[in-house]
């Protein structure tokens, strides 16, 4: 029977009608009322959408009040629920948060959802939201690319440039780069310009590849300009070539050209004199800020359009072009000071310590965060929340999120891209962090610690207390290590690894740990269904100190038998098939590591029997 209308105005979009049928949809789930969508407010009202008919324009105005960008405002008129938003995404993000916020749902993973018994709320007071970064990403499985479900997508509020989602879920595209990153030589064809014009390419290593590389001094005079005596140069076709970007994306603000993966890059005579005044970073600033300008001039003159450029301090071009004079930086010239419409994205290999503005951190995350302050005033972020090595080792970020995310904010980056284990989604430390993650780039203020409990409290049930002392174990052991100055810092490539930070003990009392909770779990009175989903999950958790004991069995036990040793490989390749561990590393999948050398080449040679 149906209990009431939500309104939506006679020319909703998809995402405001997908909006509303979500609403519909948890309400019936949590209060049991049935709810019928219209954009005619007759009968009983309880929900409005969007603009409608069933608000004036002046009160819809009144609404927006503070409002910006995707943000919403939540409140009362008349009896009535108001969801007020400038965009249709922001309606979509308003609804949502009412789900939550007065529902009392709580989406923890793609696939797995908290639902109270509820009822219809109306707002004592109302209040505004806006997102604290205009870009939000926490790169796991469950938002990215071809595992992406977008449903989850629009619940996270995740905007990025990854993972094109419809119209219905958010839809419009406002960042585009051709292959998304490391595309130099997308905008410069070797296919169209390289029997012509050998000079302009460098072919380099490219994971595993033989990739062509473009050279960026190419058409820029020595003053840092377009080089116009020239008739055909790699700065002139870049320009075109992003001109036809432009044109077939009308709707995009940023466009993103950055430098092919690796170490490697252009390089020559001129190269080098160059590099020696300007450095890598500054030949790349100088090359991206004659092609923004010359692009806003283009749009000016054409149909006043401004859009901007983003470009990666990354590898090679890390380090800012400063100088220092009487102890204070400063940009080396004026011609490598980045243009009011260039953004910097941070990508600064290897820079996971897990706190990133711990005094601890890489000095070279340190340095480049405290230089290009002096040549850029936008910046974008891309930070490491992963052991990419071993996905299923501990790595111990969970005590900074906050913190790192409210640093983030204060420095002024407008796009936090944080990578976890982006392609599975079958990792139980990226699931929750990724929980609160996505929360706090919204609104930073919140409690992490909050949000991290609450998605161990209601993801796994009675076995949460298991999952709490497992990263208790591991951190309290962490941290004792790193008091003593004992062992290297934790990275998210792999310095964490080692048999001598992971002693046996830790190891064992975390096992055991899991294993009490799935004790706890097969002896209630839940469902067997129930039970096996539940059980499922605290297996992910083991497989951690499964993993620790597999890869460094020998150095742990010097004497054994490759009996034991293939026992102890057969416990960790049972508990990754019963967890639905998919893989293990980036790109890294159970077979490869089945294959992979080990502590015991025998193993791999045939000698001892693989799993």
């Known amino acids: 029977m149906t209990q009431g209308k939500i309104i939506v105005g006679k020319n909703a979009d998809e995402c405001v009608l997908y909006s509303a049928e979500k609403l519909k ?10 709810l019928e969508i219209s954009n005619e407010p007759d009968g009983k009202v309880r929900f409005s959408v969007g603009r409608s008919a069933v608000v004036s324009e002046k009160d819809y105005e009144n609404a927006l009040v503070g409002v910006s960008g995707d943000g919403f405002s939540v409140g009362a008129l008349n009896g009535i629920v108001l969801i007020a938003a400038r965009t249709s995404r922001g309606a979509m993000y308003g609804v949502y948060d009412y789900i939550e916020r007065f529902l009392g749902v709580r989406f923890l993973t793609a696939e797995a959802e908290y639902l109270p018994r509820a009822e219809i709320k109306i707002p ?7 997102p604290d970064f205009e870009m939000r990403t926490y790169l796991f499985g469950d938002t990215f690319q071809e595992h992406a479900d ?3 997508v629009a619940r996270t509020r995740t905007v990025d440039l990854f993972t094109d989602v419809d119209a219905r879920h958010g839809g419009k595209k406002t960042v585009y780069g051709r292959n998304v990153n490391h595309n130099f030589h997308f905008y410069v064809p070797f296919e169209k ?12 290593y490219v994971n595993a590849e033989i990739l062509p590389t473009i050279d960026l001094t190419n058409g820029i005079t020595a003053d840092g300009k377009l080089d116009e005596t020239k008739e055909i140069s790699v700065a002139k076709i870049v320009i075109d070539e992003m001109k036809k970007d432009i044109e077939a994306y009308p709707e995009v603000e940023t466009f993103c050209f950055t430098q092919e993966d690796g170490e490697y890059y252009y390089d020559d005579e001129h190269n080098r004199e160059l590099e020696k005044i300007y450095g890598r970073s500054g030949i790349l600033i100088r090359f991206c800020n004659v092609i923004v300008r010359e692009l806003n001039k283009y749009l000016a003159e054409k149909n006043g359009r401004k859009i901007k450029l983003m470009t990666f301090a990354y590898d090679y071009a890390k380090d800012a072009p400063v100088k220092t004079e009487n102890g204070v930086l400063k940009p080396i010239d004026e011609t490598v000071v980045a243009d009011e419409n260039l953004i910097i994205q941070f990508a600064l290999f290897r820079n996971g310590y897990y706190d990133y503005f711990s005094q601890k951190q890489m000095p070279h995350v340190k340095k480049a965060m405290t230089e290009w302050r002096v040549i850029a005033k936008n910046f974008w972020f891309w930070a490491y929340d992963a052991d990419f090595h071993r996905y299923l080792f501990l790595y111990d970020s969970f005590k900074n999120i906050g913190k790192d995310v409210r640093g983030f904010k204060d420095y002024g980056i407008t796009y936090l891209c944080v990578q976890g284990s982006h392609d599975t989604c079958h990792t139980w430390q990226n699931k929750i962090r990724a929980y609160a993650y996505r929360k706090l780039m919204w609104n930073s203020k919140l409690d992490d610690n909050r949000l991290i409990d609450e998605f161990i409290e209601l993801y796994y049930g009675l076995g949460a207390d298991a999952v709490r002392e497992v990263i208790r174990l591991f951190h309290e052991n962490y941290k004792a290590i790193e008091e003593k100055g004992e062992a290297p810092v934790f990275n998210s490539f792999g310095s964490g690894e080692s048999a001598e930070s992971n002693p046996t003990d830790v190891l064992y009392a975390a096992k055991r740990a899991v294993e009490n909770g799935e004790k706890k779990i097969a002896d209630s009175a839940m469902s067997e269904k129930d039970k096996k989903e539940y059980i499922r999950r605290l297996e992910e958790v083991r497989a951690t100190p499964l993993m620790y004991l597999c890869d460094n069995f020998y150095f742990y036990y010097p004497d054994a038998t490759d009996k034991e040793y293939v026992a102890q490989r057969k416990e960790l390749f049972d508990c990754l098939e019963k967890a639905e561990i998919d893989l293990v590393a980036e790109k890294w999948s159970n077979e490869l590591y089945r294959n992979e050398p080990s502590t015991s080449e025998r193993v791999v040679k045939g000698i001892v029997p693989a799993v």
């Open 25 to 34: 949809e948890y309400v019936l789930k949590t209060t049991g009322d049935s």
């Open 150 to 152: 977008f449903d989850h």
């Open 124 to 130: 004592e007071e109302s209040y505004v939201s806006n």
């Open 193 to 204: 310009y390289g029997n012509a014009h050998p000079e302009f390419y460098r072919f380099i």
